[in-house]
């Protein structure tokens, strides 16, 4: 059951700090991404020509987004996967449920983050086992509620818990090593830099009132022992729906609500609010360096793409019967923005690219992921299978977790035949 307590994206987990209430009309225009270490409140996801050049974005929105409206496909990926782990047929270590994270190390092999049970289980390049890290519990080097994979330097992990509110550094032998803590509306770390620093985001606090609330996400660079540096950026956050339910004020993420998506990388830190194809690159220290994205035409959500998301939302057993009326009051028309979302993920590869998934409101439909390079410049669109999780995109492969029709979960690597 999704709620405000749910956290349903990769990068602000936690509510921490205020942010703005809106009402049930359509908010116009993209974003804005708020550079604090230039200047508290500069606007750099800019709303027109005059704002972009103050931001140091070219001017001419034919320069920042691609013109063209051509679908190039890319058919670099096989559908059929060259290292398989886990699947229907999965016993003991190669049985997966709940699988939070993949990584694929500097040798070839893999690590994969299990939640029940909470295990780190490494795999050799060919899918066989070589052996299990960590235990359930809540000692040093143990797991309770893993919740996030994180690859670092050397090939070291960052395993975020969430039960433990503790993040938990192991070496590529398994190894637990030193912790930071995740105390309760502190920034979450989502990406480990070269240096040893960490990017991490939280979200502003907001009111619950009834209404819709867009919340607000802040990036923070913090230091190898987990303590706040400075920040670097903000950026609106989710959409909320605020309802009274049986006395109480209950939050619900917005059927096809806004929200702003991220990826960090060696070249900076990308993010895009994903009602309009525009997406900016910041540097480490907080700078814009380039914005870019793509014309495309916006679909309009149908009644069949509303019921899909409402049946997935509908609560079970006696929390059911006791939210039912507010369900049905937020996945209403009343409450459903004119258009689908444009894109719902952001990744960037090992050769720097950024791969920007088209959102689909039908899991069931294959995924397309348009590809740019390290100028931001459009180069085709990767259709890849539905019902896979990309993890992570490698020079010749892509890592992710796929589901069957019985929601059984397998590693794979696909093969991945770039062409220039």
Not at 100 to 119: F, K, Q, W, Y
Not at 137 to 159: C, F
Not at 214 to 243: C, D, K, N, Q
């Amino acid at each position: 059951m999704l709620m405000y307590r749910w956290i349903g994206n990769s990068f602000a987990p936690s509510l921490s700090k205020r942010a703005s209430t809106g009402d049930r009309d359509e908010q116009s225009g993209p974003g804005r991404l708020v550079l604090l270490e230039q200047h508290p409140w500069r606007l750099a996801w800019c709303l027109g020509a005059a704002l972009a050049a103050a931001c140091g974005i070219p001017s001419d929105r034919a320069s920042a987004i691609a013109g063209d409206k051509e679908q190039r496909e890319c058919r670099w990926a096989d559908s059929t996967p060259v290292v398989s782990i886990g699947g229907a047929d999965g016993i003991g270590p190669y049985a997966l449920h709940r699988v939070m994270g993949t990584t694929r190390l500097g040798d070839g092999s893999i690590a994969v983050l299990n939640a029940d049970p909470p295990e780190l289980r490494f795999f050799d390049a060919a899918g066989r086992h070589l052996g299990t890290a960590s235990r359930r519990g809540t000692g040093p080097g143990e797991l309770s509620q893993p919740y996030r994979l994180i690859r670092a330097r050397n090939d070291s992990l960052l395993v975020l818990d969430g039960a433990t509110q503790r993040a938990t550094f192991f070496d590529r032998d398994g190894r637990a090593g030193r912790t930071i803590a995740l105390d309760h509306g502190s920034a979450t770390p989502f990406s480990v830099l070269s240096d040893g620093s960490i990017l991490a985001s939280a979200t502003r606090p907001y009111e619950r009132a009834t209404g819709l609330v867009r919340t607000e996400y802040v990036i923070w660079r913090l230091t190898e022992s987990g303590a706040r540096h400075r920040s670097l950026a903000s950026t609106p956050g989710s959409e909320i729906v605020f309802v009274d339910a049986v006395g109480s004020v209950i939050g619900f993420p917005r059927p096809f609500g806004r929200e702003s998506q991220m990826a960090a990388g060696p070249s900076g830190i990308y993010i895009g609010d994903n009602a309009e194809y525009r997406i900016t690159l910041i540097s480490r220290e907080g700078h814009v360096v380039r914005s870019f994205g793509r014309q495309l035409s916006r679909e309009m959500p149908t009644n069949e793409d509303l019921e899909r998301i409402r049946t997935a939302a509908a609560p079970s057993g006696p929390e059911g019967t006791r939210l039912a009326e507010a369900v049905a009051t937020v996945y209403d028309r009343a409450w459903t923005p004119h258009f689908l979302p444009v894109f719902s993920r952001l990744l960037i590869d090992h050769r720097e690219w950024l791969w920007v998934r088209r959102y689909r409101p039908d899991p069931a439909d294959s995924q397309m992921w348009d590809v740019f390079d390290t100028q931001g410049r459009y180069l085709c669109s990767q259709v890849l299978p539905a019902r896979f999780r990309v993890d992570e995109i490698g020079p010749d492969w892509v890592l992710g977790v796929s589901r069957d029709s019985l929601d059984v979960e397998g590693v794979r690597v696909l093969a991945l035949r770039r062409q220039t």
